[in-house]
């Protein structure tokens, strides 16, 4: 019996996107409360898990932030450098939420 769905499966909205020139945004947002709170509960979202997900320090990690009156999960990451500059991958910060797609979400919690 599986006991696991993955995050992409639950979630409404996973996305990425830049929140100024030297931070990445991210957002996932449920459809309703109950899936919101079951996640929540799993403990498969936290600061550290998203540290590891995006193989970041957690230094780099700003913000993490549980938003309840939108069934949504937001956190922030400091770039390795400024948008748009030599090097940058990822001009809009679009493409850095892929890792959480096929994130493993315990529902026995």
């Given at each position: 019996?599986?006991?696991?769905?993955k995050?992409?499966?639950?979630?409404?909205?996973?996305?990425?996107?830049?929140?100024?020139?030297?931070?990445?945004?991210?957002?996932?947002?449920?459809?309703?409360?109950?899936?919101?709170?079951?996640?929540?509960?799993?403990?498969a979202?936290?600061?550290?898990?998203?540290?590891?997900?995006?193989?970041?320090?957690p230094?780099?990690?700003?913000?993490?932030?549980?938003?309840d009156?939108?069934?949504?999960?937001?956190?922030?990451?400091?770039?390795?450098?400024?948008?748009?500059?030599?090097?940058?991958?990822?001009?809009?910060?679009?493409?850095?939420?892929?890792?959480?797609?096929?994130?493993?979400?315990?529902?026995?919690?």
């Open positions: 019996m599986n006991t696991t769905t995050l992409s499966d639950l979630a409404k909205t996973i996305r990425s996107k830049n929140a100024g020139t030297d931070k990445i945004t991210f957002d996932i947002i449920f459809r309703e409360k109950a899936t919101y709170e079951m996640v929540k509960r799993s403990g979202l936290t600061r550290d898990t998203v540290c590891s997900v995006l193989k970041v320090d230094a780099r990690l700003t913000d993490f932030v549980e938003y009156p939108a069934y949504a999960i937001k956190f922030t990451i400091l770039r390795k450098r400024p948008s748009g500059s030599a090097g940058d991958g990822d001009i809009f910060g679009a493409q850095q939420y892929a890792p959480f797609l096929d994130m493993e979400v315990d529902l026995t919690v």
